[in-house]
């Protein structure tokens, strides 16, 4: 899937490892579409990397600052840019809550597919139809305030507005499309501190329904 996004995405960077300081480097350098595989290897114990991560949702958080290891000088480092992560696993909450999350399975036998030549990948055609269409339509997808599911949070409404905004400028199915998947990808996506707050939340309300004694196997059977 990276691959493809790396065909399609404007200045598309591929790397399955990164530092910390080369992430906001990179991004306040070149301002690429960052596509950063194997996360869960690098990623799971590194708060500061994820917190580099975290700050280039927003345009107006998109800032790290870092000293000048020669003259001791503070400088501000850019971190906002498209980015798209895959690895296995989980991501942290953080993070998840700030994406759009596409959980991938593996097809089964009955989903026959024609295999994907890695060195004859080239969809620079398509690439270039969607760079001439973005630039065409680039004031009308500015200024465009797209109705966005009430089934979607703050966060996530944030995160699919600019993508509604292309669907409906586009038109015919894609409006729709769009919505139906904004909500079957994002309107359930809560958090951990909320499934633990539900969890207990419903325990309480077992325990209270049965006079405060109930086995593991009734309380388990009862949540599910």
């Known amino acids: 899937l990276l691959m493809v ?3 399609l995405c404007r200045r598309s960077l591929l790397a399955s490892n ?3 300081a080369s992430i906001f480097r990179i991004v306040d350098r070149y301002k690429p579409t960052l596509l950063l595989d194997e996360v869960d290897t690098y990623f ?6 994820r917190g580099i991560i975290n700050s280039g949702h927003s345009r107006k958080t998109s800032r790290v600052i ?8 503070p400088m501000a480092f850019d971190t906002f840019c498209p980015k798209a992560l895959a690895g296995i696993g989980s991501l942290a909450d953080t993070i998840r809550d700030r994406s759009i999350l596409i959980n991938l399975k593996r ?3 009955a989903e026959p597919v024609r295999p994907l030549r890695q060195d004859r990948l080239d969809l620079t055609h398509m690439r270039r139809m969607a760079l001439r269409w973005a630039q065409d339509h680039a004031q009308q997808l500015a200024d ?9 949070h703050d966060r996530a409404a944030d995160n699919w507005r600019p993508l509604l905004a292309i669907a409906d400028l586009a038109g015919g199915p894609w409006p729709e499309m769009a919505r139906k998947a904004a909500v079957t990808l994002s309107a359930n996506d809560l958090d951990g501190d909320d499934i633990n707050m539900m969890l207990l939340d419903d325990i309480r309300a077992l325990f209270q329904s049965s006079a405060g004694r109930m086995s593991s196997q009734d309380l ?4 599910s």
């Open 5 to 7: 996004l790396a065909e």
């Open 18 to 20: 990164a530092s910390r």
């Open 44 to 49: 799971k114990d590194d708060d500061e990397l």
């Open 66 to 73: 870092r000293l000048d290891a020669n003259t001791f000088e």
């Open 107 to 109: 097809r089964t036998l």
């Open 144 to 152: 465009a305030d797209p109705q966005v599911p009430a089934a979607l």
């Open 220 to 223: 388990c059977h009862a949540l």
